[in-house]
């Protein structure tokens, strides 16, 4: 069974700076393409960064140059590193494969706001 538990998140400073990271079992990430996800109050669950197996790493357009993806294969991790924060950054983070959405975690919260 696929477990992921999300954590790091918090509130900061509009140009703060977090680091996410998710906690994988069941499945290795150095065998699996990662993502991560986020889901703000009334939007629907966007992609916002994935790392492939050779790992190459996407992003989506607004956070480009601000966030990076990696993983841990020793520790079976992903993370998100978060430079720079804006207010519309504020959403719940969720970690899971690219392309097979197992059960998703809990989320972490992140809230950027002066």
């Known amino acids: 069974q696929v477990q992921l538990v999300e954590s790091g998140g918090g509130t900061v400073q509009p140009g703060g700076s977090l680091r996410l990271s998710c906690v994988v079992s069941?499945?290795?990430?150095?065998?699996?393409?990662m993502a991560w996800y986020r889901q703000a109050p009334g939007n629907e669950r966007e992609l916002v960064a994935s790392?492939?197996?050779?790992?190459?790493?996407n992003y989506v357009d607004s956070v480009k140059e601000r966030f990076t993806i990696s993983t841990d294969n020793t520790k079976n991790t992903v993370s998100l590193q978060m430079n720079s924060l804006k207010p519309e950054d504020t959403a719940v983070y969720y970690c899971?494969?690219?392309?097979?959405?197992?059960?998703w975690g809990q989320g972490t919260q992140v809230t950027v706001s002066s």
């Open positions: 899971n494969h690219l392309t097979i959405y197992y059960r």
């Open positions: 790392i492939t197996l050779s790992g190459d790493t």
């Open positions: 069941g499945i290795s990430v150095r065998f699996n393409p």
